[in-house]
């Protein structure tokens, strides 16, 4: 098993869609969580970070379930700025981050 | 420039060729990682650096790699007798903090190698 499992998509929304996408991880003494953005042959860039309480960025709401190792990514209203590929990212620990493949989005008009 | 420059941003080789690629991490950076991009996967770890120790090698897939960053701030990777396989982007990190964790990394554009 995969440390780091997403759909890879793709996910096809209207623009003002909501659309959700969700990561498992295999390691439960994994210690910290991210969402990373990465556009078309570009690098990957930190889109927010991940807590147990939830948390929220605007159109974006993330959240971890410690309990079922999973971790999810809400976009709401979205927009066509919105596609790219989103990275879900574990920290298992005193070694490297850990990315998943990652899932492509596509909003269209 | 501000952030992680890495160079060259696109390389052909043949296959057989020895590259190298260079990372300029982000001034005052402590922290150093290479990652390893194939198309359609994630970023897959290949080496860390902290200053000029290379702390973690784990993630380089054969003696064929070699990293180094010998004044703990500019690091190449090296790729010796490159096969069709190694065609990936290379992408190198930085970070403010030592250690692998708790720390946000920040990428680099990358280098695309393509090995014909």
């Known amino acids: 098993r995969k440390e780091v499992e997403q759909d890879p998509g793709p996910f096809n929304v209207p623009e003002g869609a909501t659309v959700a996408f969700n990561c498992t991880y295999s390691?439960?003494?994994?210690?910290?969580f991210f969402w990373y953005r990465q556009d078309c042959r570009k690098e990957p860039k930190l889109l927010m970070s991940v807590y147990s309480s939830g948390n929220e960025d605007g159109r974006f709401t993330a959240q971890l379930n410690r309990a079922s190792q999973y971790i999810s990514l809400l976009i709401r209203d979205s927009k066509l700025s919105d596609s790219a590929t989103y990275l879900c990212v574990v920290n298992p620990g005193n070694t490297p981050l850990v990315f998943g493949k990652g899932t492509r989005l596509s909003v269209i008009a | 420039g501000a952030g992680v420059s890495q160079s060259p941003r696109y390389k052909v080789a043949k296959r057989g060729q020895d590259v190298a690629l260079r990372c300029d991490p982000i001034s005052g950076h402590v922290s150093l990682f290479w990652y390893q991009q194939a198309l359609g996967q994630g970023p897959e770890f290949l080496t860390y650096f902290q200053n000029e120790a290379q702390l973690d090698k784990s993630g380089l897939p054969s003696d064929r790699f070699f990293a180094e960053r010998p004044e703990g701030s500019v690091s190449t990777l090296k790729i010796q007798r490159t096969q069709q396989e190694d065609s990936a982007v290379y992408l190198c990190a930085s970070s403010q903090g030592s250690g692998v964790s708790g720390n946000t990394i920040y990428f680099g554009e990358g280098s695309w190698l393509t090995v014909v």
């Open positions: 390691n439960s003494a994994s210690q910290s």
